[in-house]
Structures are given as structure tokens and as C-alpha cells.
């Protein structure tokens, strides 16, 4: 390995940091493609000068190995998991995976988000909806499931189980989240939130500044807020 810069020497307080710097340098030269050393080497000098002494750096390189040996994402997000990272250490990770690994921005937004578009829109009263499609296996919903209709991200949480079903709609300001269900021809609009382990089926329209939430299910109702 090369030895360190002047500029790397000055960020290194101490033995330690310099011997921590070498031996994740040395990993990832292991692991990682040429072209992102250089890069490596700035998140180990960062990573190393943390509370956990760069111990996120292994984690990152195990999964960039998953990645690099062409592991299915299923199998990587579980050991991602598994690797119990605080939030903020999860998204340090993340970052540092989608920028030093060839697969890492595809598995980065696989593992932070739960569906895509499928390129097919309707008009909604003069808005345009998009369908949806669901990328991984959650709840009832398997990865290759075709959705409903949203306006926009914002309509539907990638987080917790919930999902826009058959030919549903919810647009504007209106939000499902945690893991609510919204089947049928249901339609959701105006500022509605739909919440907990609500479900909604059949022809119900709810609008305005309704808030469902716990473990309500509504059928075929009409109800503004």
C-alpha cells in the first residue's frame, strides 16, 4: 500500500488511527474496484476518527463482497439487518456502499424503498396518476405485484407493510403509511390519512382531513373529515 500524504498524516491524531487507517485501506484494496480506492480512503479516514473506530467499515465491505459475488438483495438487506446499525449508522453505510460498489446504488434504493412506477399513468380528476409495482416481498405484497394509483412517494410510505391495491387511487396530500391497506376501487384524496393496520375496500372514497388509524375497516363508506 502506499504510504499516506501529508495531508492524510495531519487527520491522524495517533499510532492507532495511522494502523486503523492501513489495515481498512488494505481491506478494501481487497474488495473493492481500482477506481474506487481513492474514495475508500476518505471514508476510512473519517469512519476511523469515530466513536466505533471504523467498525461500519467492516460491515460495509461484507455487504459490497455479497454484492460483488452477485448475492441476490433478499439475502444482502437481511444481513444488513443483521448487522444492527443505529439509523444514523444504517444511512452512513448506505451512502458509503452506493459509492464505492457497482451494485450499490441499485441496492441502496432497493433496501430504502419498497416499489417503483411502472410507467403506466391515468388522469384523476386533472391529475395524473402513476401505478405502481412492488420491488420486494412485504406483507401480502410479493416482489413483481402490480398496485394502484398514487399522485406521488409522498402518498405512499416505502416503510411498515401498507400498499395501494388493484385499481385503488390516493392522490393530493392524502397519506398511507405503517400498514394500511387501500383495495378495490377505493379511492383517498384531499389531506386523508390512513394509518396503523387500517383497511379500506370496496367503493369507499375517503377525503377531506379524515384520519383513519388503529385497526378500522371500512367498506363501500364515503367519509370526509
Not at 55 to 78: A, H, S, W, Y
Request: net charge negative.
Amino acid at each position: 500500500m502506499k504510504t499516506l500524504t501529508a495531508a492524510q498524516s495531519k487527520q491522524l491524531t495517533d499510532e492507532k488511527h495511522i494502523d486503523l487507517y492501513k489495515h481498512f485501506v488494505k481491506q478494501g484494496e481487497e474488495f473493492l474496484d481500482k477506481k474506487y480506492i481513492e474514495e475508500w480512503k476518505e471514508f476510512v479516514l473519517w469512519r476511523i476518527r469515530d466513536t466505533y473506530k471504523g467498525r461500519d467499515l467492516t460491515d460495509c465491505l461484507e455487504i459490497i463482497k455479497l454484492l460483488n459475488n452477485g448475492q441476490d438483495f433478499p439475502i444482502v438487506e437481511k444481513i444488513f439487518y443483521e448487522q444492527d446499525h443505529s439509523l444514523l449508522s444504517s444511512s452512513i453505510c448506505l451512502n458509503i456502499i452506493g459509492l464505492v460498489c457497482e451494485r450499490g446504488q441499485e441496492f441502496k434504493y432497493y433496501i430504502k424503498n419498497k416499489y417503483i412506477f411502472t410507467g403506466l399513468t391515468r388522469e384523476f380528476c386533472g391529475k395524473t396518476l402513476y401505478q405502481i409495482q412492488a420491488i420486494k416481498d412485504f406483507g401480502d405484497v410479493k416482489k413483481g405485484d402490480i398496485g394502484g394509483w398514487i399522485e406521488n412517494e409522498k402518498n405512499l410510505s416505502h416503510e411498515g407493510e401498507c400498499w395501494v391495491y388493484d385499481e385503488a387511487i390516493v392522490c393530493d396530500r392524502a397519506i398511507v403509511c405503517d400498514n394500511a391497506k387501500i383495495c378495490n376501487n377505493s379511492q383517498v384524496y384531499n389531506k386523508a390519512i390512513i394509518c396503523g393496520n387500517v383497511s379500506i375496500e370496496g367503493e369507499s372514497v375517503i377525503c377531506g382531513d379524515a384520519w383513519i388509524y388503529e385497526d378500522a375497516k371500512i367498506k363501500d363508506v364515503r367519509f370526509s373529515g
